[in-house]
């Protein structure tokens, strides 16, 4: 199989920073503030929120052009594999792909929007692409990541009381990867646990079905009796990948320049780097700053590392997520900008 890289990404936040106290002005005056909340769903410092007729592949499309400012309009259009996860569709029965390529001028073989992945899908779309571009079947892909539900979702009026409600935020990040070895991706591991799947999903408090009339409000939500079990997922399998991964490739967490994660609480965060024995100087953390950016945290933060000069040429960068709760989990080696063509 021929070397694949990751050559270069860019990411898009909508809006202006929401800051938490947004959030705390409508929490009942029975909640004890901050203080009072589980440490899963305590809040970042702040968010931004996608409006409410800004879709999926406006975001994608302004993700996607900021990457083509950075490898060349041309580069961009030629590409031969689009690939996009969006944690909220707009519409129920198709993906945004196909849209963006057309927006974007973009004639590939290939347009494929991945539902699954969750807030490990920058790893499930980094692999896909590695499958089909190692393989000869493209020279290249755009990998695109929409994280939307913070504003439209997390605002209304009765779910934005919940203290889960201040975690998310919104964001897109697009990634160019090549046939290349300028930035080669070492190795991916993944790790598929179906039988966490419904543990996490929208929670309606009628108990109606989604497409059902009614007035609650949707939210994401987790089975209440397992949030202890989904939390200790969480804490485990990121680890996991990281040091399977590690395994195949006869390196330890020490050889480890940086590592990225998805950005789901501080609590996670501390405890990966516990478990892994990484420091906080080589874990990116965009928490604070942007909040949980669900799949779009580790192209997000891996961005906005590189921008601001934490991710030097030739270190050895470990990509890893878990997703939902805990039905997905991946890790991605990659020596960032070691040299070739």
């Not at 898009?12 to 909640?31: D, H, I, K, N, Q």
């Not at 702040?46 to 499309?61: C, F, G, I, K, L």
């Not at 569709?89 to 969750?118: K, M, S, Y």
């Not at 991964?245 to 050889?255: A, E, I, P, V, Y």
């Amino acid at each position: 199989m021929r070397p694949v890289s990751l050559l270069e990404l860019a990411s898009y936040l909508p809006g202006e920073p929401v800051e938490t106290e947004y959030f705390l002005r409508y929490r009942p005056e029975s909640a004890d503030g901050e203080s009072a909340v589980n440490p899963m769903f305590k809040a970042p410092d702040r968010r931004h929120h996608v409006s409410r007729d800004e879709t999926p592949a406006d975001m994608m499309e302004k993700a996607a052009l900021c990457l083509g400012e950075r490898i060349g309009r041309e580069t961009l259009r030629g590409v031969d594999v689009v690939l996009t996860n969006t944690l909220l569709p707009e519409v129920p029965f198709t993906g945004p792909g196909a849209e963006v390529a057309h927006r974007l001028g973009i004639r590939g073989d290939w347009v494929l929007d991945a539902h699954n992945g969750g807030c490990g899908s920058f790893v499930h779309l980094l692999r896909m692409a590695q499958a089909l571009i190692g393989s000869g079947q493209a020279q290249s892909a755009l990998l695109l990541n929409v994280q939307n539900c913070g504003g439209p979702v997390m605002t209304q009026p009765e779910v934005r009381k919940l203290p889960e409600a201040a975690i998310p935020g919104d964001g897109c990040a697009a990634a160019y990867v090549a046939a290349s070895d300028e930035s080669p991706v070492l190795g991916i591991h993944i790790a598929n646990h179906g039988e966490y799947t419904r543990d996490c999903g929208l929670a309606l408090a009628d108990g109606r079905k989604y497409w059902e009339p009614g007035t609650s409000q949707m939210h994401v939500g987790f089975t209440p009796d397992r949030v202890a079990d989904i939390v200790e997922r969480g804490n485990r399998l990121v680890p996991e990948v990281v040091l399977a991964l590690c395994g195949q490739l006869r390196l330890t967490t020490g050889d480890l320049d940086l590592l990225i994660t998805n950005q789901p609480s501080r609590m996670f965060l501390k405890q990966w780097q516990e478990r892994l024995a990484i420091g906080p100087d080589r874990h990116l953390d965009t928490f604070d700053r942007f909040g949980n950016l669900f799949g779009a945290a580790v192209p997000i933060t891996l961005d906005h590392g590189i921008r601001e000069g934490r991710v030097r040429d030739g270190s050895l960068i470990m990509l890893a997520g878990f997703a939902h709760a805990g039905d997905f989990a991946g890790a991605a080696a990659v020596r960032w900008r070691a040299g070739g063509g």
